[in-house]
């Protein structure tokens, strides 16, 4: 079992639709970073936060320390947010990475 | 220029070859990384350097070789690759090393060896 997991692996939307992306972990951390991956490769970070709750435009990220479980929500869903988000946790100086949820939203 | 910039985009090599991949970070950051991906599988860090100083190398083999010159360069020079190499190398940089800085990446080497 990977130390981070993320759910859905896959996931279709259409546009205007409110989306989910959830991450879990098993180890303890200093820190969680929500990434989107572009189909040309490029990473952006999206998010960092240890605890509660980040909004950036249209992107909300929450925490949840005690059950290790991070979410990110996509409002009013677009077709330029088709790429796959990467959860990463920071443990003791590393990162460990989830294996992306793929996200297509049809227009 | 802006950002952390990598050449080149692509790149096929055969087995024998010898090339290096280029990074470049125009942030002022101190620490900068080497990452495989490949498909299916999370991101595996390969190199980390901080302060010029490489911190960590996550048992990479050796035809893999990372070279940081100074703070805003870094290089993986490859040689003798296999086909299992073949992959997407993605170079970020942070402000601070462990993890609890934003990492910031460039648009990857699609690496393909033949």
């Known amino acids: 079992k990977n130390e981070v997991e993320q759910s859905p692996q896959n996931l279709t939307a259409q546009e205007g639709e409110f989306i989910t992306i959830n991450c879990s972990y098993s180890?303890?951390?200093?820190?969680l970073h929500w990434l989107q991956q572009h189909p040309g490769g490029g990473i952006v970070s999206l998010f960092m936060l240890s605890s509660g709750k980040k909004k950036h435009g249209r992107l909300i990220a929450t925490i949840n320390i005690q059950e290790k479980h991070s979410s990110l929500h996509i409002t009013a869903s677009h077709p330029r947010d088709s790429a796959v988000y990467i959860c990463?946790?920071?443990?003791?100086?590393?990162?460990?990475f989830g294996t992306g949820t793929r996200l297509q939203v049809f227009p | 220029e802006t950002g952390v910039t990598q050449t080149p985009r692509h790149l096929v090599m055969g087995m024998t070859n010898k090339k290096s991949l280029k990074c470049e970070q125009h942030?002022?950051?101190?620490?900068m990384y080497w990452y495989k991906q490949s498909a299916k599988k999370p991101l595996e860090l390969m190199f980390v350097y901080s302060l010029e100083e490489r911190v960590e190398n996550n048992s990479v083999p050796s035809r893999f070789s990372p070279e940081c010159p100074n703070s805003s360069h870094l290089f993986l020079h490859l040689h003798t690759l296999q086909p299992e190499d073949s992959a997407l190398y993605l170079c970020a940089s942070s402000q601070r090393g462990g993890g609890d800085s934003p990492l910031h990446f460039g648009n990857g080497t699609r690496l393909t060896v033949t």
């Open positions: 180890v303890g951390i200093s820190a």
């Open positions: 942030l002022g950051h101190n620490a």
């Open positions: 990463a946790v920071s443990n003791t100086d590393k990162l460990i």
